[in-house]
């Protein structure tokens, strides 16, 4: 559906409006005119997802890495090894050599791997162990955010905002013009102050549009996906501008070599107006095996599959195997963009408007990497 298929259906709406108003006959006009502000619904669709970084401070995050930026590199060696794998990993399982990156668990540990020791990352309070906790640069509270810790320290993380982590915008730029979308909806009485407010999320049926910088474009109309399995209808809050909402779960479908699922437990989001788009953050439990998965299939891009593997199995920090007592789930913190969009149902029904007003009336200066170490 174009723009132009948007106004005429607000026009038609309007229409149909002032005329119930013509034929209700009695209506005072002060009685029309003083009525209360219908519910508002502003539509997004997102435009940049990633890992959460936090580089400002990185001497003091990971000492070792920033004297020998090398230290960590995955180098891919001269092809594959006699033991089926690649670079430094070897793995033998019945006593036979096998590829590493499909047994990661029989692989050769990498003990020298170096996890993040600085006090800072982005997140949320998830109640995981004061041990584990980073203290949040924006908000100042503690937080868990263990796959920051695991990997923070690898080169190919060294990404302050508005860059993301190389493998991550590779992928996210590659396939962005072929993969539906992912739409946000927040509705309330009247976004333009505090209050609460619905945050609903779903798969788009189109590719996200590009403006001519390469930018994923706003005031574009999406239809949303019908289908249930990437629906989420989440309760929140807008308070001095930054909306929250109470944790829940959230799954989202996605079709991106990267990102071909987003599913949090305990989900947490923080997310403002910056001129033109929302930026915040999600947060909650993910299953470190699925997210690892993107680097032990596609080794690509200098991603060291196994030796991630072995770092978020050893930083996982929630819902332990009944069997084997490991941890499945990993705290983490995803950084969010999103454009304002229209979104229709596939009737035609525009169920959100773009708007590029701020939330609770606020639209905060464009985000810029802190270091929390200059205060």
Not at 107 to 119: I, Y
Not at 129 to 156: M, Y
Not at 254 to 261: A, F, I, N, Q, R
């Amino acid at each position: 559906m174009s723009q132009h298929g948007v106004v005429r259906i607000a026009m038609h709406r309007r229409g149909t409006a002032l005329a119930i108003r013509t034929v209700a006959a009695g209506l005072p006009l002060l009685a029309v005119m003083m009525a209360p502000a219908s519910a508002e619904t502003r539509g997004y669709v997102i435009s940049w997802f990633a890992t959460a970084t936090n580089n400002p401070d990185f001497v003091q995050n990971c000492p070792r890495e920033s004297q020998d930026p090398n230290r960590v590199k995955f180098v891919f060696g001269k092809g594959l090894t006699a033991e089926g794998g690649r670079g430094r990993y070897h793995a033998l399982v019945n006593g036979k050599p096998v590829s590493p990156l499909n047994y990661p668990d029989a692989a050769d540990e990498d003990a020298d791997w170096e996890p993040v020791v600085g006090k800072y990352a982005y997140g949320f309070d998830l109640g995981g162990s004061d041990a584990n906790k980073f203290i949040d640069p924006d908000t100042h509270e503690k937080v868990d955010n263990q796959l920051w810790r695991a990997l923070g320290c690898n080169f190919i993380f060294q990404a302050t905002p508005p860059r993301a982590p190389y493998f991550q915008e590779e992928a996210w730029m590659n396939f962005i013009d072929s993969s539906p979308g992912w739409a946000i909806e927040i509705s309330g009485a009247d976004l333009s102050r505090d209050g609460p407010v619905t945050v609903t999320l779903d798969r788009t049926l189109r590719h996200p549009e590009r403006d001519a910088l390469g930018a994923v474009r706003s005031d574009v109309t999406y239809v949303l996906d019908p289908a249930p399995r990437s629906h989420n209808a989440l309760s929140g809050e807008i308070r001095d501008g930054v909306l929250t909402i109470k944790p829940s779960s959230v799954y989202l479908e996605g079709d991106m070599t990267w990102y071909s699922e987003i599913d949090l437990r305990d989900a947490h989001m923080r997310i403002h107006s910056e001129p033109g788009k929302l930026v915040g953050y999600w947060g909650g439990y993910t299953d470190w095996h699925k997210w690892v998965y993107q680097c032990t299939s596609r080794p690509a891009s200098e991603c060291d599959g196994v030796g991630f593997y072995r770092a978020l199995e050893r930083f996982a920090d929630s819902d332990p195997d009944p069997v084997t007592g490991k941890n499945r789930s990993i705290s983490t913190t995803w950084r969010v963009e999103a454009v304002p969009a229209f979104l229709a149902t596939l009737d035609g029904r525009v169920v959100a408007t773009a708007s590029g007003a701020g939330l609770g009336g606020l639209v905060h200066s464009p985000t810029a990497a802190v270091d929390p170490t200059a205060r």
